[in-house]
């Protein structure tokens, strides 16, 4: 990032902070907290932590003041925040959190990883509410500023939770550590969570199986290793059988030929595929480090120049980043961009070129902030 | 009808809040007890309890007539103030495990009415039905068997389904938890004073305890997560941060001074002497936490759990690997020395039983969990300091 290209984005995030009102987590004063600042080398990404602060007044004034790229504050509270060393800090517990990020799921263009994302944390918020039994008003839903939504679990039963005991709920959510053998017992495709997911997904499968194109079926049957010709032949001819077992309750057939078991336990090809559509990808380290620092909601993300933006859980559905996570405006501004870009943003999809352009203020600060484009040489056009 | 506990049942359980408080009604004053030739038995018997949930093996649970109450549940409340004298959490989670299996295998053999009325002496159902999911996952997440797995369980509208077998493992589980979350009892330091002696003792047991278990280094008995490590430090490739963590944890847990391991890293081209001293010392507990090596669990979050083999499917922590390999060793097995060449296993199916066999003639020990919830905390912790991103 060029010095004017600094200059620019940081008397944007300045103004923002100075005309808008900052919210603090509950807790503030037992959490710690961390920023990135603005850097010309973006190799640079120094974080000041172990900071702590008394009020939101505190918080506010050091963001006008210092204008950090990104802030963050952790998930855990602690008994002294500000100690530099984890044993002086006495964790006490942490808020639970999920993060979903279209990076995990998906290449493409933002605004389709945006809108894939957000279906991904649709289901993640069903099972957390309705299988997991989570109450809608201790779910905190925030989008990130950058590629996803970050859920901030604040129910006391949890918050002592360990590494391990978290790692139960991201696993539930992602399906990872399925065993057909436990899920697929007497399941209908009817049956909440897991079991229903689960039988539909292999149900799905089975019928792929036996779908058209017998050799297509061999073929990636014995693409699996110790998956043999033999034993894929066999699940092939016995398919009807198992199948229908399989909806009669019984996945005993389906589950005695070991070219299921071996497919079932891969991890990778068509039916973990199904199975991983029925999850909720979350990203596990997030969610089991019980110290991680997270964005601050309404803070801008330095990455996007996005407002990290708090959202009601029943707004989700309407909510447009592009639009919504936006807070600055139209006015003109000359950049040079170093690579052709095509990005829809406030209602207005931006077809631009390499090389200098007028854009609104808004995707000039994005723009930047992405590193894609530099302040044109006189500044603001 | 409900049923009601005798003092057999007392011996039985002697961490019922009924045992307790009928030790504690009959003791008077604790120095007088001691000095007393009644205390010095008792307190031999929690000596003997100690070392016996210090080897780790299966607690004896001799029938009732056998039992004698007093005895029982004296020798239970004085080993637990011995080993919170100690200040040794390792202590402290050993005898909490011997505790809860020892009430197992009572219970097992229990009528129905009384087991209803030990289980709800620890905050437990007395039938199956359903935990809510909270409960749940404090008491599964501690235990290994993918049944356990909160994925494999019916869950709905907050509540997971529990079979009819299920209740005895978690209720030895919520036993355990109960009685570790206790520890340190708050003893006062005159008592620990008097009992100076014995808690040296059990210190020295330990010790050599630990010694037996350790012993010398072996390079050849490590898991092979840690031999890709060490492999990739001699060869010069960076190691990622939790790299470098769980492979200086592992040395400094199997016995190695950091000196020792500040040698291994030298192997490196890109050594750094001022760096990896601080990491390395760091990690050994000079900054007053004393780091575990991370889970298997841990491992493959961070994407270095690699090379598994047939004994890594039955442990669940790379120190456990270490152990029962050099136990193989020991014994003259030469599966010590063989390639862990084995694939990936799946773990399911029935056709993965050769592959435990090769390991299954030593007895290798069936550890649940190590002490997971701290190492896993632990590893995060140190993940999180920020080293990584200054």
């Known amino acids: 990032m060029k010095p004017a290209t600094l200059e620019f984005v940081k008397q944007q995030f300045s103004e923002y902070y100075r005309r808008s009102r900052i919210s603090v987590p509950p807790g503030l004063e037992q959490r710690e907290w961390g920023f990135i600042f603005l850097d010309p080398?973006?190799?640079?990404?120094?974080?000041?932590?172990?900071?702590?602060?008394?009020?939101?007044?505190?918080?506010?004034?050091?963001?006008?003041?210092?204008?950090?790229?990104?802030?963050?504050?952790?998930?855990?509270?602690?008994?002294?925040?500000?100690?530099?060393?984890?044993?002086?800090?006495?964790?006490?517990?942490?808020?639970?959190?999920?993060d979903l990020d279209a990076d995990h799921l998906m290449r493409g263009p933002y605004d389709r990883m945006l809108?894939?994302?957000?279906?991904?944390?649709?289901?993640?918020?069903?099972?957390?509410?309705?299988?997991?039994?989570?109450?809608?008003?201790?779910?905190?839903?925030?989008?990130?500023?950058?590629?996803?939504?970050?859920?901030?679990?604040?129910?006391?039963?949890?918050?002592?939770?360990?590494?391990?005991?978290?790692?139960?709920?991201?696993?539930?959510?992602?399906?990872?550590?399925?065993?057909?053998?436990?899920?697929?017992?007497?399941?209908?495709?009817r049956a909440?969570?897991?079991?229903?997911?689960?039988?539909?997904?292999?149900?799905?499968?089975?019928?792929?199986?036996?779908?058209?194109?017998?050799?297509?079926?061999?073929?990636?049957?014995?693409?699996?290793?110790?998956?043999?010709?033999?034993?894929?032949?066999?699940?092939?001819?016995?398919?009807?059988?198992?199948?229908?077992?399989?909806?009669?309750?019984?996945?005993?057939?389906?589950?005695?030929?070991?070219?299921?078991?071996?497919?079932?336990?891969?991890?990778?090809?068509?039916?973990?595929?199904?199975?991983?559509?029925?999850?909720?990808?979350?990203?596990?380290?997030?969610?089991?480090?019980?110290?991680?620092l997270i964005r601050l909601p309404t803070s801008l993300h330095g990455g996007s120049g996005f407002r990290v933006t708090p959202l009601d859980l029943s707004d989700l559905g309407g909510f447009d980043p592009l639009v919504d996570a936006v807070v600055f405006g139209d006015r003109k501004v000359r950049v040079d961009l170093s690579l052709k870009v095509t990005m829809p943003l406030l209602g207005s999809t931006h077809a631009l070129e390499k090389g200098p352009a007028t854009v609104p203020e808004a995707l000039a600060v994005f723009l930047c902030c992405r590193g894609i484009a530099e302040i044109a040489g006189g500044g603001r056009g | 009808m409900r049923g009601r506990l005798d003092r057999k049942d007392l011996a039985k359980y002697p961490f019922l809040k009924e045992a307790q408080e009928w030790v504690s009604g009959r003791t008077g004053s604790l120095p007088e007890f001691f000095s007393s030739n009644y205390g010095r038995i008792a307190a031999r018997h929690a000596v003997e309890r100690i070392r016996e949930a210090m080897e780790g093996g299966r607690p004896p649970a001799p029938g009732p007539e056998r039992l004698d109450p007093d005895?029982?549940?004296?020798?239970?409340?004085?080993?637990?103030?011995?080993?919170?004298?100690?200040?040794?959490?390792?202590?402290?989670?050993?005898?909490?495990?011997?505790?809860?299996?020892?009430?197992?295998?009572?219970?097992?053999?229990?009528?129905?009415?009384?087991?209803?009325?030990?289980?709800?002496?620890?905050?437990?159902?007395?039938?199956?039905?359903?935990?809510?999911?909270?409960?749940?996952?404090?008491?599964?997440?501690?235990?290994?068997?993918?049944?356990?797995?909160?994925?494999?369980?019916?869950?709905?509208?907050?509540?997971?389904?529990?079979?009819?077998?299920?209740?005895?493992?978690?209720?030895?589980?919520?036993?355990?938890?109960?009685?570790?979350?206790?520890?340190?009892?708050?003893?006062?330091p005159a008592i620990c004073e008097l009992l100076s002696p014995l808690a040296a003792e059990i210190t020295a047991a330990q010790q050599q305890y630990l010694l037996r278990e350790f012993g010398s280094v072996e390079e050849g008995a490590f898991p092979p997560c840690i031999r890709v490590l060490t492999t990739a430090i001699t060869s010069g490739a960076n190691l990622s941060h939790s790299g470098r963590f769980a492979l200086t944890a592992f040395l400094h847990n199997i016995g190695m001074n950091p000196l020792q391991i500040m040698e291994l890293?030298?192997?490196?081209?890109?050594?750094?002497?001022?760096?990896?001293?601080?990491?390395?010392?760091?990690?050994?507990?000079?900054?007053?936490?004393?780091?575990?090596?991370?889970?298997?669990?841990?491992?493959?979050?961070?994407g270095i759990c690699t090379g598994r083999d047939g004994l890594c499917t039955q442990v669940s922590h790379p120190?456990?690997?270490?152990?029962?390999?050099?136990?193989?060793?020991?014994?003259?097995?030469?599966?010590?020395?063989?390639?862990?060449?084995?694939?990936?296993?799946?773990?399911?199916?029935?056709?993965?039983?050769?592959?435990?066999?090769?390991?299954?003639?030593?007895?290798?020990?069936?550890?649940?969990?190590?002490?997971?919830?701290?190492?896993?905390?632990?590893?995060e912790q140190a993940r999180s300091t920020g080293e990584d991103i200054q």
């Not at chain 1, 939504?149 to 006391?156: A, G, N, T």
Request: hydrophobic share 35%; aromatic share 8%; glycine share 10%.
């Open chain 1, 41 to 98: 080398d973006p190799q640079k990404t120094a974080m000041r932590r172990h900071l702590a602060f008394g009020t939101r007044g505190e918080v506010t004034e050091y963001l006008r003041t210092l204008v950090p790229a990104h802030a963050f504050y952790s998930a855990a509270y602690y008994a002294a925040p500000a100690a530099s060393t984890m044993g002086e800090k006495g964790w006490t517990g942490a808020d639970l959190i999920f």
């Open chain 1, 115 to 189: 809108a894939r994302v957000k279906e991904e944390t649709e289901k993640l918020l069903a099972m957390l509410t309705d299988e997991l039994g989570f109450h809608r008003r201790d779910l905190h839903l925030v989008f990130s500023g950058g590629r996803g939504y970050h859920i901030h679990v604040r129910d006391l039963a949890v918050r002592g939770w360990g590494s391990q005991e978290r790692r139960e709920l991201v696993d539930y959510v992602c399906g990872t550590g399925l065993d057909p053998r436990a899920v697929l017992g007497h399941a209908p495709t």
């Open chain 1, 192 to 292: 909440p969570g897991w079991k229903g997911r689960y039988m539909r997904a292999v149900r799905e499968y089975l019928m792929w199986l036996g779908g058209p194109g017998r050799e297509e079926a061999m073929a990636h049957l014995t693409a699996y290793e110790g998956v043999g010709k033999e034993g894929a032949a066999r699940l092939m001819e016995d398919l009807d059988r198992v199948t229908s077992s399989l909806e009669a309750g019984d996945p005993g057939p389906l589950l005695q030929y070991r070219a299921f078991r071996t497919i079932a336990a891969a991890g990778t090809g068509k039916l973990s595929e199904l199975v991983r559509a029925g999850a909720a990808l979350a990203d596990e380290p997030v969610t089991t480090d019980t110290k991680r």
């Open chain 2, 71 to 188: 005895r029982e549940v004296y020798a239970y409340a004085i080993a637990r103030v011995l080993v919170s004298c100690t200040k040794d959490r390792l202590l402290m989670d050993r005898l909490s495990r011997y505790e809860a299996e020892r009430a197992a295998r009572y219970l097992a053999d229990e009528q129905p009415e009384k087991r209803a009325l030990v289980a709800e002496g620890v905050g437990m159902p007395a039938e199956a039905g359903d935990l809510p999911v909270v409960q749940y996952v404090e008491l599964a997440s501690h235990l290994k068997d993918d049944r356990w797995r909160l994925v494999n369980r019916e869950v709905e509208k907050g509540h997971v389904a529990l079979g009819d077998g299920d209740l005895p493992d978690l209720t030895a589980e919520r036993i355990r938890i109960l009685l570790f979350s206790q520890l340190p009892l708050p003893v006062p």
């Open chain 2, 265 to 302: 890293f030298a192997r490196a081209p890109d050594f750094d002497a001022g760096k990896t001293q601080y990491q390395v010392e760091h990690i050994s507990g000079r900054s007053g936490t004393e780091y575990t090596a991370p889970s298997c669990a841990t491992m493959r979050t961070h």
């Open chain 2, 319 to 379: 120190l456990s690997y270490y152990r029962a390999r050099k136990r193989m060793g020991k014994q003259g097995d030469g599966s010590a020395d063989r390639a862990p060449d084995q694939p990936a296993g799946s773990g399911h199916g029935a056709d993965e039983g050769e592959k435990g066999q090769q390991v299954g003639k030593t007895r290798v020990p069936r550890e649940r969990q190590g002490k997971p919830n701290q190492e896993d905390d632990k590893d």
